[in-house]
């Protein structure tokens, strides 16, 4: 199994600002994949990341307003730029090792 | 293309009732299915998946490909079984995550 540390846990940010949010896996997996989830509704992915490239990014999702980094195997960070209050949702890190793991999720409100 | 439906997006029964979470699904090669539970304040984690066949926390599931369904159901709902179940399936690499059904079990 695969254990995720994600941080932070929540935030409370000003719209206009960014938020950069990381991602630790406790081993190394080639592909980590970024969610939102808003309160009690499904999981959008936004973009799979890959080490030693760009990210893949899903439909309705930018890489200017979403960039991702993935410097190694374990880690990864998103990062929420430009906020507005319509950006306010949980997001998470997600990895896949015979099934998926989850991270704890950071729940973001912009205001 | 691949996709996950579920049909309920809120599913209230009395404790001890019997509770069924319908999942139906559209794949073209022979998918692998899962459902994955997340309790309040607490992360996404999987429940169960098809290709081991077990009963967790009461809960089975069975995969029918005639119906391309994969309902989840358990015969007496307990109180802590409210939750939000997510239905998915995989090609190997990419996890398709249904809408989701929230399960409230009444006292």
């Known amino acids: 199994s695969a254990v995720i540390s994600q941080k932070p846990s929540r935030d409370i940010c000003q719209r206009g600002t960014s938020l950069t949010i990381q991602c630790q896996v406790d081993?190394?997996?080639?592909?980590m994949f970024w969610y939102r989830q808003q309160p009690g509704q499904s999981l959008t992915l936004i973009a799979t990341?890959?080490?030693?490239?760009?990210?893949?990014?899903e439909s309705g999702f930018v890489i200017d307003k979403f960039p991702i980094s993935r410097p190694n195997l374990t880690f990864s960070t998103l990062t929420v730029s430009n906020m507005s209050p319509e950006d306010s949702s949980i997001y998470l890190c997600s990895v896949v090792q015979n099934e998926a793991f989850f991270g704890q999720g950071t729940r973001l409100t912009v205001v | 293309a691949q996709r996950v439906t579920q049909p309920e997006k809120l599913l209230s029964v009395f404790k001890g009732a019997p509770v069924e979470l319908k999942c139906n699904y559209s794949?073209?090669?022979?998918?692998?299915l899962f459902w994955y539970v997340q309790y309040s304040r607490q992360r996404l984690q999987l429940l169960l998946r098809h290709i081991s066949r077990e009963s967790i926390k009461g809960f089975t599931a069975d995969l029918n490909k005639g119906e391309t369904s994969f309902h989840l159901k358990k015969p007496f709902a307990q109180e802590e079984d409210s939750a939000m179940y997510y239905c998915?399936?995989?090609?190997?690499?990419?996890?398709?995550f249904g809408p989701g059904t929230r399960l409230s079990v009444l006292p």
């Open positions: 990341a890959n080490q030693g490239s760009e990210a893949t990014y």
């Open positions: 081993s190394q997996v080639t592909m």
């Open positions: 998915a399936l995989t090609d190997g690499q990419n996890f398709v």
């Open positions: 794949y073209s090669g022979s998918p692998e």
